[in-house]
């Protein structure tokens, strides 16, 4: 009778530790669950092609991809991001005092964002067409931004800084506006008829932005 010989296959967890983290992003699949990334810096990642963690904490993105993305199911917690592309993402995601530097925001969707989201900071930062309609998160601050065509209905913003802003054809319409600083922006146009304005901040020489609607003429 031929003797039986068998192998013990090594359970993949036993291998887990062994792996960088970017490699545990990309084999994720193979484990069951994303790893949680903390104290991090990724540099020039596409995350298109490479899946997000569950969570990032303390982390650094320099000139990552994430255009396009839908991005749900991952927490961000005290991470910044330097030069990276969320043309057209969607977020759906926690974000805790998360900074966006100099990054390319054009059409981003800010609608959905975690309940557990708190004050977003951006800083020179293109956010032409995106959408912050009905969010409620106050104390934002906006810094050297392009905020053009940019989506705050409904939105509560309260106590939020605008910053050298350009507000042009910004929609505010039934943004709750109270102790908003607008007084460094510029282009806006807001309807007090439809926002709710209270000790908010405007730069007297932009005062005509708060008539704009009504047909008259100043000179």
Known sequence: ?????????????????????????????????????????????????????????????????FSGLHIDNTGFDKCVFKQCNFALSRFSCNLQDIKFIDCKMTGADF???????????????????????????RKNHFIDCDLGETYFQGADIALSVFDNCDLKKAIFTGTN??????????????????????????PEQELRGLVSHLDIIIK
């Open 111 to 137: 609608t959905d964002i975690g309940l557990f989201s708190n004050a977003l900071h951006f800083e020179k930062t293109l956010l032409k067409y995106a959408s912050f309609a009905c969010i409620r998160i």
């Open 177 to 202: 506006l109270e102790k908003v600083d607008f007084s460094g922006s510029f282009n806006f146009s807001i309807n007090p008829d439809t926002s709710r304005l209270k000790k908010t901040i405007f």
């Open 1 to 65: 009778m031929a003797a039986r010989i068998t192998f013990a296959v090594p359970s993949p967890d036993r291998f887990r530790p062994d792996f960088p983290d970017m490699a545990l992003m990309k084999y994720s699949h193979f484990f069951g669950k994303r790893p949680m990334i903390e104290n991090r810096s990724l540099e020039k990642t596409d995350f298109n092609e490479t899946p997000l963690a569950d969570e990032y904490r303390k982390c650094e993105f320099v000139s990552c991809n």
